[in-house]
């Protein structure tokens, strides 16, 4: 059984960074994707960033340039580091995992911007 596990939430100051991490066990396969999602209370579920197994990344238009998404195959691992974080970056960050035709999805990070 695959699961997502996810850690380096927290709470961050304007301007301040934090870094995500997403570890995938229970899989025998490789990811075609991996990525990360947040909900910000009363709203929908966005994406933040995608990277595939070609290495290459998607990111929404709102955090380009300011997050890097990042994977390492051996670990099964995907990881997020946000650099200047404002306070409309705050949300739940849930990790994804797509492969041999399923969706995976963490628990949740949460992520709080604020002085």
């Known amino acids: 059984q695959v699961q997502l596990v996810e850690s380096g939430g927290g709470l961050v100051q304007p301007g301040g960074s934090l870094r995500l991490s997403c570890a995938a066990t229970?899989?025998?396969?490789?990811?075609?994707?991996m990525g990360w999602y947040r909900q910000a209370p009363g709203k929908q579920r966005e994406l933040v960033a995608t990277i595939y197994i070609n290495s290459l990344t998607n990111y929404a238009a709102s955090v380009k340039g300011r997050f890097t998404i990042s994977r390492e195959y051996a670990k099964n691992s995907v990881y997020l580091q946000m650099n200047s974080l404002k306070p409309e970056d705050q949300a739940v960050y849930y990790c994804?995992?797509?492969?041999?035709?399923?969706?995976?999805w963490g628990q949740g990070t949460q992520v709080t911007v604020s002085s």
């Open positions: 229970g899989s025998t396969f490789t990811f075609n994707a």
């Open positions: 994804n995992a797509q492969g041999a035709g399923y969706d995976y």
